[in-house]
């Protein structure tokens, strides 16, 4: 099987980020968190490695909101009724967004902080 084009892969990756976004509640959520971050990079005129630290911790959120996601479909997918062994990897699933989120939220108290309290 030929690789596709190089844009073509891009595309279909900008289109499963517009998915996410159009039909992920928790990923919305998730991207206004990523814009006010946004937001505040600018605002508090955070140096270049505190910038780095919030736009790493952002992503790695956002990014592991979609593995979350692909995971549960395809569970759904292989089991649609209830399954205790899908539960519990669904459960694991997002255990890993609960523990970069939580990560992120460490991680801009201690880069916030000096801006803000300082």
């Avoid at 959520?29 to 605002?43: D, K």
């Avoid at 979609?66 to 997002?94: L, V």
């Amino acid at each position: 099987m030929r690789k596709p084009p190089v844009h073509h892969s891009f595309f279909n990756a900008f289109r499963g980020v517009f998915l996410m976004l159009k039909s992920e509640r928790n990923f919305q959520i998730e991207v206004v968190a990523f814009f006010i971050n946004l937001f505040l990079i600018f605002y508090l005129n955070l140096s270049t490695v505190d910038s780095a630290l919030i736009l790493i911790v952002s992503f790695g959120v956002l990014s592991a909101e979609i593995f979350n996601t692909a995971i549960e479909k395809i569970c759904d997918i292989i089991q649609p009724e209830f399954d205790k062994r899908i539960g519990f990897i669904k459960d694991i699933s997002a255990g890993a967004v609960l523990l970069m989120t939580l990560a992120s939220v460490i991680v801009g108290i201690i880069v916030y902080w000096k801006y803000i309290f300082n």
